[in-house]
Nanobody
Framework: VQLQASGGGLVEAGGSLRLSCAAS??????????MAWFRQVPGEEREFVAG???????VIADSVKGRFTISRDNAKSTVHLLMSSLKPEDTAVYLC??????????????????WGRGTQVTVSS
């Protein structure tokens, strides 16, 4: 499984961005994977942002609830993170992750086997 994240950039506080994560998978179908977005600031722990299970169940972190949404397009093997009302504290590298047979969303980073390289999001005040 290879994951490629895109869509990051520099945005002013209050603005919006849409991140995309395209998956390249052999041997299985994308719909069999649980997908998630995490974010990381240098020197800090990786933080769960949002996840979607293969059942369609969605979990959003409290820190971004009401501002961020996650969606997946199984036909295109892609998961999106739509971020609105961005704040400077949302500045981080955003990484997408995948796990096998994700019947439920897990917020634990070690539960995800596959990771993309991440895309930088910078929110200016």
């Amino acid at each position: 499984v290879q994951l490629q994240a895109s869509g990051g950039g520099l945005v002013e506080a209050g603005g919006s961005l849409r991140l995309s994560c395209a998956a390249s998978i052999t041997g299985r179908t994308f719909s069999n994977y649980g997908m998630a977005w995490f974010r990381q600031v240098p020197g800090e722990e990786r933080e769960f942002v949002a996840g979607t299970a293969l059942t369609g169940n969605i979990v959003i972190a409290d820190s971004v609830k009401g501002r961020f949404t996650i969606s997946r397009d199984n036909a295109k093997s892609t998961v999106h993170l739509l971020m609105s009302s961005l704040k400077p504290e949302d500045t981080a590298v955003y990484l997408c992750a995948a796990r096998h047979s994700g019947m439920a969303v897990t917020k634990i980073s070690s539960d995800y086997l596959y990771w993309g390289r991440g895309t930088q999001v910078t929110v200016s005040s």
